[in-house]
């Protein structure tokens, strides 16, 4: 019997099939995950968030897989040829792949050689040759030539029989699919450059003499490769083993034994032996490994591609999820030489009261004027924070904002570095003009830096997720998968938060369970014209917000100050009615309940299960109204850069200093201390322990204590260690050999005698190549020695390539020497 799609998830989650059955109600009645995994715990079970999106990608996969079965056996059936057999083979395929390989010989498709030859009458030869290799095969076939169906001779009727054995051999679905697992464990991709390539392919060295083994291959040098390939660099094969001693002479492949077995060639020296041989060799030669070149091929990239976007996922996340510095008036500076830095003062509530230019430094040289202005925006606005932006002059206005603090202690001023990734995509976004309506491009990006400072996950879900820049070859991934993927994180992470209705923007509003880009102008326009929101209910006059919509984003949406206390927290107004009841219970009123603690301890869950709410949601409340609408995110804090060291020719190895992980690949982590290049410390830098996964010990946003190993001042290279008892001065990072590929990065160095050029962010809109949006290209490659810096993957963009033009970087990734 065929296991159901939802036994199926079932079984690989490990969890029961009620669960996943009830989830899957869930999702196609239109519930959200993070609705489902917030508010309907009974029904699932407890599943959590990062189950169901499993479960929600699972479900879409065997659904579509369902639907190509379907189509199938719809297919076969017309053609007449489905039978009780092969229906059951084709509902047993368990993925897509044994699907289309059982699918294959029922494939319409153009006409082709073996067609021929059995239109021609030559399948009984075939099939004579194959029974009994006892007979001849040139008299066999000299009895089946007929010019007038176009076989001229013997040899033209074993052409055709050859062909017709060929596809045969080729479209057998059990054999295919052992031979494609065996050439998957066997096999290795390798790389050769193209004649004439060397020079203007340089960052693609590496690869110039490159194998490595399909299950060894890390998903960042699977794309490198590819990339190399696409730009005409490498030429890439796909081997099914290591190759045989030459020597030795030829030497058949255990692929053509193993079709030689199937079906039953052997040499045995009758006179068709030698003949079938040749044919399982020509069929595995030009057909069979054709095309299993091509599945794997598919299969590598898939692989890749679905690393890169976990790693942008994951990173995506951690960077929405900074800490906020929260409600308080913040100057931001977008910092720039010629142009000037663009100023913005935002209030509390993040409303733009006042911008302005000034120009400190080069070639202008306004220092005082510039301290002048500043000092008056921050008296007149009771400014609290200084954002600036970490692209080109950063630290020079770094120093005026500390002139500035040290200038005016009355002013109370913290300074602050803030990441400008996708600033220019916002300002030049419809959105941007929309929200600050003749305001010049270039101020836009000051009021995003101050407010990413006050909420990063309020400011940044204004910008496409892949503006932010925190991946890797992202240009190279599936639009499709990537989209889906960075979506999903942008909506659990804004409502893991929650949202102020009465101060989210249309964008943040459109991330809410249940809320449309449509329906969020409408609340915004309700807003606006009808004043605050006093209460969730109110949100049912919004137009177009029916029932549906209303259970899915009540929870997540916060009222402050509103008519009901409860309309602040994350209770959902379908559970106030159990609130109520244990506000009863305590001799309380509601609002003398919430976040008392003592009193809401001493209240047994158990006493508050109903029908409609089980325990899990009951204890879920509890804890909420211990600290209603507590914030997720950490607390506020700020890296203090080291004065005196303000860019690469003031570090020297050995110092330990203070920085801001700014991004992580799997190859380590890249490291702001404030000299306007990234430092890279190597994944086996990290920790005295092994590191599989970099963001096991640190993540963007992340305040960390590093010390510098290396610096090689003409690159632009900074090699950092996590491990503060490391030595320095070790041969480019200095950390030890641990068997982890280095697969890119800004730090580090490498030696001159080792190959790998590569080339730094080209491109971007403005100052730093690729900076704030720009679609800059990193070195790629495999640099091969360990603790080398290498290159970095190409950056996905703004913040990607801002960090390559920090890290000055020119290389490919370095790997270690075997």
């Not at 001023?413 to 220019?424: F, I, N």
């Not at 201390?673 to 322990?689: C, E, M, N, P, R």
């Amino acid at each position: 019997m065929t296991m159901s799609i939802e036994g199926r998830i079932a079984e690989e989650l490990g969890v029961r099939e009620r669960q996943v059955k009830a989830a899957v109600e869930l999702l196609d009645g239109g519930s959200t995950v993070p609705f489902i995994a917030r508010y309907r715990k009974e029904a699932t079970e407890m599943l959590d968030d990062a189950q169901l999106r499993t479960l929600e990608e699972r479900l879409r996969y065997l659904r579509e897989l369902e639907d190509r079965r379907a189509a199938i056996l719809d297919s076969v059936r017309e053609q007449g040829k489905l039978d009780a057999e092969l229906e059951a083979r084709i509902n047993a395929a368990d993925t897509k792949a044994r699907l289309e390989d059982i699918y294959l010989p029922f494939k319409p498709k153009r006409r082709t050689k073996a067609q021929i030859a059995r239109e021609a009458g030559l399948e009984p030869l075939a099939d004579g040759l194959l029974a009994d290799p006892s007979v001849e095969p040139a008299a066999a076939a000299a009895a089946f030539a007929d010019p007038d169906k176009g076989v001229a001779d013997a040899a033209a009727a074993l052409e055709g029989a050859r062909a017709i054995l060929t596809e045969r051999f080729a479209e057998d679905a059990d054999l295919i699919g052992e031979l494609r697992e065996r050439m998957w464990g066997r096999g290795r991709l390798a790389a050769k450059v193209r004649e004439g390539k060397e020079e203007a392919g340089a960052k693609f060295a590496d690869y110039f003499d490159f194998a490595e083994p399909f299950t060894e291959l890390p998903s960042h040098r699977v794309l490198a490769m590819l990339r190399g390939e696409k730009e005409d660099v490498l030429d890439l094969t796909l081997e099914p083993e290591e190759p045989q001693d030459p020597s030795h002479g030829p030497v058949p492949s255990s692929y053509e034994g193993t079709i030689a077995h199937r079906f039953g060639i052997a040499d045995r020296g009758r006179p068709g032996d030698k003949w079938l041989a040749d044919t399982v060799r020509w069929a595995w030669r030009t057909k069979i490994q054709v095309h299993l070149g091509i599945d794997l091929r598919m299969r590598l990239r898939s692989a890749a591609e679905d690393e890169a976007v976990r790693v942008f996922a994951a990173n995506l996340r951690d960077l929405l999820l900074a800490a906020p510095a929260g409600t308080r008036a913040t100057l931001g500076l977008d910092p720039g030489f010629r142009t000037g830095v663009k100023v913005a003062v935002v209030d509390a509530t993040g409303k733009v009261v006042a911008t302005d230019v000034i120009h400190p430094h080069v070639p202008a040289n306004r220092w005082e004027e510039s301290l002048a202005k500043l000092a008056r925006l921050a008296e007149e606005h009771a400014v609290e924070l200084v954002a600036i932006g970490n692209g080109t002059a950063s630290r020079e206005t770094d120093r005026l904002a500390a002139d500035l603090i040290s200038r005016h202690p009355e002013l109370k001023l913290t300074k602050v570095m803030v990441s400008e990734a996708g600033a220019s995509v916002y300002s030049a976004s419809a959105f941007a003009s929309q929200e600050l309506p003749g305001m010049d491009v270039s101020l836009r990006g000051a009021v995003s830096i101050a407010r990413r400072l006050q909420d990063p996950l309020a400011e940044l879900v204004k910008i496409d997720p892949k503006s932010i820049g925190v991946g890797q070859y992202q240009h190279d991934l599936s639009e499709v998968k990537l989209s889906r993927s960075l979506d999903a994180v942008v909506e659990d992470c804004v409502n893991g938060v929650g949202v102020d209705v009465n101060t989210a923007s249309a964008p943040l509003l459109a991330r809410v369970s249940g809320i449309s880009a449509g329906l969020a102008e409408n609340i915004v326009a309700h807003r606006d014209a009808n004043g605050p929101f006093r209460s969730r209910k109110a949100l049912k006059d919004v137009a177009r917000l029916g029932p549906k919509a209303y259970e899915q984003c009540a929870g997540f949406l916060r009222i402050r100050g509103g008519d009901d206390p409860l309309d602040s927290s994350s209770v959902h107004p379908e559970a106030y009615p159990v609130v109520r009841t244990m506000a009863k219970t305590a001799g309380s009123e509601v609002a003398a309940l919430i976040g008392n603690t003592s009193v809401l301890r001493s209240l047994r869950p158990e006493q508050f299960v109903t029908e409609a709410f089980g325990l899990p949601t009951v204890s879920d409340i509890l804890r909420e109204l211990e600290k209603p609408g507590r914030d997720p995110r950490p607390a506020f804090r700020t890296a203090a850069f080291k004065e005196g060291v303000e860019k690469i020719g003031d570090l020297e190895p050995g110092m330990v200093l203070e920085g801001v992980v700014t991004n992580v690949a799997a190859f380590g982590a890249f490291i702001d201390i404030g000299v306007h290049q990234d430092g890279l410390a190597h994944v086996s830098a990290l920790s005295k322990t092994f590191v599989k996964d970099p963001r096991e010990v640190v993540k963007p946003g992340d305040i960390v204590r590093v010390k510098v190993l290396d610096v090689d001042i003409p690159r632009k290279r900074i090699s950092l260690t996590l491990r503060l008892d490391d030595e320095h001065g070790a041969a480019a990072g200095g950390a030890p050999r641990q068997r982890e590929d280095r697969q890119g990065g800004r730090g580090g160095g490498r030696p001159p005698q080792q190959r790998g050029g590569g080339q730094g962010g080209q491109g971007g809109q403005d100052r730093q190549g690729g900076r704030r949006g720009g679609q800059g290209r990193g070195g790629q490659g495999d640099g091969r020695r360990q603790g080398q810096g290498g290159g970095a993957p190409a950056p996905a963009n703004s913040a990607m390539a801002d960090a390559l033009r920090r890290a000055g970087l020119a290389g490919p990734e370095g790997r270690r020497t075997r």
